[in-house]
């Protein structure tokens, strides 16, 4: 597998991954892969949960695999925090979700206004006279879209998505491509969304997984070939999948950051020793 290749693919092309359309090709594009390597079909599962659509992609048989091998696939907002982001902490995530909302939300909803206050009304009041003027006006609508945007998506979508969550994505069809056939019918994964805002996507993936007793690994910020491997990380997840194991890159200076590739294969093989021990 040429793991260069898979990033520019999932990291250049699909690195936007936010609205309906874009989470579905994204998914599509994924089950192909995994189909390359011999698993069957995945499956779109899209449910209606707190007024958010949720759009999960699982591939093999959760309910009767040994392990789940989960991550999300959503890809973040631009950052407007300088600190430095830490795998699975839910009180440093809802804090940036909140500041990657609220300042450019804020900002630009005071240069719309006094555009429109300063521009627009005068325009409309004495009636358009120039073809400028017209144009002065489509500028106020791109201006209005853009804001809705930033509603929809929490944030300005950034295409900065290496981090969160392209690598956990790479490093999981590398896990994928690594196994025989044997230890492909005691794998499955899950790909859910809204991973880079809240934990909606794991609320409906618990659901989907109902009683199964598989040993479940969450992958999160595979950038550093340093890899962090706990039995003990996130309070909510751990009550609530039994236990599970985080596999996550050591956080890091980003000027520090060990090549995607390296951080990828080291993290495979963690993935393959974990499977081994299971055993």
């Known amino acids: 597998m040429d793991i260069k290749n898979l990033f520019t693919r999932y990291g250049a092309f699909s690195s936007v991954r936010l609205s309906k359309n874009q989470k579905n090709r994204f998914l599509t594009t994924l089950f192909g892969d995994f189909k390359a390597f011999g698993f069957s079909t995945g499956k779109i599962y899209k449910t209606n949960y707190k007024q958010k659509l949720s759009i999960i992609g699982l591939i093999g048989n959760v309910k009767k695999s040994e392990f789940l091998y989960v991550t999300y696939y959503d890809t973040p907002v ?26 450019p939300m804020v900002s630009f909803s005071i240069i719309f206004v ?50 969160r969550n392209t690598s956990s994505i790479i490093t999981l069809l590398n896990f994928a491509g690594s196994l025989n056939k044997g230890q492909k019918e005691k794998v499955s994964f899950a790909f859910v969304d809204y991973g880079t805002v809240n934990y909606l996507g794991y ?21 550093t070939d340093e890899t ?52």
Not at 90 to 96: D, G, I, P, T
Not at 203 to 223: A, P, Q, R, W, Y
């Open 114 to 163: 006094s555009y429109v206050v300063g521009i627009l009304v005068p325009i409309l009041q004495k009636g358009i006279q120039h073809i400028e003027q017209i144009i002065l006006i489509l500028i106020s609508v791109l201006m209005m879209l853009f804001l809705a945007k930033i509603v929809q998506y929490g944030g300005i979508p950034s295409r900065d998505t290496l981090e």
């Open 78 to 103: 631009r950052n407007f925090s300088s600190t430095t982001y830490e795998p699975f902490d839910e009180s440093q995530l809802k804090a940036r979700t909140r500041r990657n909302y609220l300042i």
């Open 203 to 223: 609320h409906i993936l618990k659901e989907l997984m109902g009683n199964s007793k598989c040993k479940v690994v969450f992958l999160d910020s595979i950038t």
């Open 228 to 279: 962090v491997v706990e039995r003990k990380k996130n309070k909510w997840l751990d009550d609530n999948f039994n236990k599970p194991a985080y596999i996550f890159g050591q956080p890091t200076a980003k000027e520090n950051h060990s090549p995607l590739v390296e951080a990828v294969e080291k993290t495979t093989e963690n993935l393959l020793e974990l499977f081994n021990e299971r055993k």
